[in-house]
């Protein structure tokens, strides 16, 4: 905001409050100033009738005319024509031996308080024109020529008066702007925070809020990817695609920050980034850059680069200090992002094998399904059981079974393409989930998994294919119906449901 904005600002204030209480004051004196004049020892009538009229009217014009609407210029009138009264009432009292000069500072002081630089600019030079004209006009020795100091004066402090209070009122009006703007920004980022305590934030919100806060045009948050690099993972500002900076082959700010664990500002941006023409395709630079680096535990997390379309000065408190607890707000999202990952791999990760539990297993399943509808292509499910598994339990103990339980799924999966989900649902059952792959298929991979089954141990496999339109649960007793009739038919073998 400029500092002409300022003042036209407290002059339009002067509508948006109760007017009669600003005048209050300015009344009481001018009041006060019509009183010294009737207690004069010699009282001219005419001009002191004529002098309060004026006044009335100045307050009565402050008080009834629509100023919002009205030019800035106009609101000057009222102090004119209270000018002109206070002229009436020294001519009443004898003239400029009267004591009443010094009523003229009431509208000085007024816009000083309220007004603009060109109200104060038209009235001050008539602030003059009250001394000057009766010595013009009337003369003698009711005003003397010597007089013309006296209104010099006037003009002096009537420009030291509005000057210094409209620049402190400017001051003022600033400190409060800038206390609003920061109360804004804390507030701003104490939302990001309780979002992300509360599991509602994620990480792009961190990034929009340092695009706000710094009045940045972008912001983009790079994490390890567990490979010893960076990777792009949130962005606000700028569309960005897929990213990942290898420090063995390429240089960038963010490397750099996260390798120190210190930010980095640079002015100007492309000077740096121009080294790396692949960011420069992704994430467009023309002014200023912000490497700060996200900590946790005091070890780097991240980096979350802000930028800027032109050069900006980065030794303001407001920058430095924000996009610091922004960078410490990232941090607690990362973290919960890791914790709730964990806590969700755990829910569906059998412990002992780990394997999908029950739960994971359903998912999988209902996903593999919308698939192969969506793809139109074969799906088959397969069930499997360790032979007499039971007795090893019982004359080995559990420990062993475990044992035995660990070894089969992890030969087992070894057999199979990447693609293929292996679960354990519970106990000694396992079951497979092969997409793309019809019953025949099927048969070869399930016939080599039987083969794999360690130490001399076998199971038996029912296999489903998907029939297109069934649901999961059908699926799954079609595969279970073939299971028992592979255990019935002698175990360690494979049989196909029928569609």
């Known amino acids: 905001m400029t500092p002409r904005d300022l003042s036209q600002r407290a002059w339009t204030a002067l509508s948006d409050s109760t007017p009669g209480r600003r005048l209050l004051p300015f009344a009481a004196v001018a009041i006060l100033g019509a009183v010294v004049t009737v207690v004069a020892t010699d009282v001219r009538p005419r001009s002191f009738i004529i002098g ?78 009250c001394f000057f004209v009766p010595i013009a006009l009337v003369g003698g ?107 063995a082959r390429e240089r960038s700010g963010a490397l750099t920050a996260f390798r120190t664990g210190a930010p980095i500002f640079v002015p100007d941006g492309p000077a740096i980034e121009g080294r790396n023409p692949r960011l420069l ?18 070890e780097p997390a991240g980096v979350l680069v802000v930028a800027w379309h032109s050069v900006i000065d980065y030794d303001e408190t407001r920058v430095r200090v924000l996009v610091g607890l922004l960078a410490a707000e990232a941090a607690i999202a990362i973290q919960r992002a890791d914790l709730m990952t964990r806590l969700e791999e755990l829910a569906d990760t059998d412990d002992l094998t780990g394997l999908p539990n029950r739960r994971g297993w359903n998912r999988e399943l209902e996903i593999a399904i919308s698939t192969a509808q969506r793809r139109r292509s074969a799906l088959c499910i397969a069930l499997i059981d360790v032979d007499r598994f039971k007795s090893v339990n019982d004359e080995r103990g559990h420990q062993a079974g475990d044992r035995l339980l660990k070894e089969a799924a992890a030969a087992w999966r070894s057999t199979l393409r ?27 991979v399930l016939d080599r998994l039987r083969q794999a089954t360690p130490h001399e141990h076998t199971c038996s496999i029912g296999v489903a294919q998907w029939d297109g339109g069934e649901a999961s649960q059908e699926l799954v007793a079609r595969a279970d119906e073939a299971l028992y009739s592979a255990k019935g038919g002698g175990r360690d073998r494979v049989v196909a449901a029928e569609l």
């Not at 100023?67 to 009292?93: E, I, K, M």
């Not at 005003?143 to 002096?156: E, K, M």
């Open 52 to 129: 309060v009229v004026l006044a009335v009217i100045a307050g009565v014009m402050v008080l009834a005319l629509p100023w919002r609407r009205l030019p800035s210029l106009a609101g000057v009138l009222p102090a004119l024509v209270f000018l002109a009264g206070v002229a009436f009432l020294r001519d009443a009292a004898g003239g400029p031996f009267a004591g009443l000069g010094a009523l003229v500072l009431l509208p000085v002081l007024w816009f000083a308080l309220y007004g603009t630089r060109e109200q104060l600019r038209v009235l001050v030079p008539a602030v003059g024109l």
């Open 141 to 247: 020795s009711m005003y003397p020529f010597s007089q013309w100091r006296v209104g010099v004066l006037y003009i002096a402090l009537a420009l030291l008066l509005g000057g210094s209070v409209q620049r402190l009122i400017r001051q003022v009006q600033a400190q409060a702007d800038e206390a609003r703007r920061r109360e804004g920004e804390i507030a701003r980022v104490a939302e990001v925070a309780r979002r992300l305590s509360t599991g509602e934030g994620t990480r792009r919100d961190v990034c929009a809020a340092a695009c706000e806060i710094g009045d940045a045009a972008w912001a983009v948050l790079w994490e390890p990817d567990g490979n010893g690099r960076l990777a792009l993972s949130a962005s606000a500002g700028v569309e960005t695609k897929p990213l990942v900076l290898d420090p």
């Open 281 to 298: 395709e992704v994430l467009p630079t023309d002014g200023s850059i912000l490497y700060q680096p996200v900590l946790r535990r005091g």
């Open 418 to 444: 990447p693609a293929d989900i292996l679960a354990r649902p519970g106990g000694d059952e396992f079951t497979l989930i092969l997409p793309d792959c019809d019953v025949d298929r099927a048969f070869t």
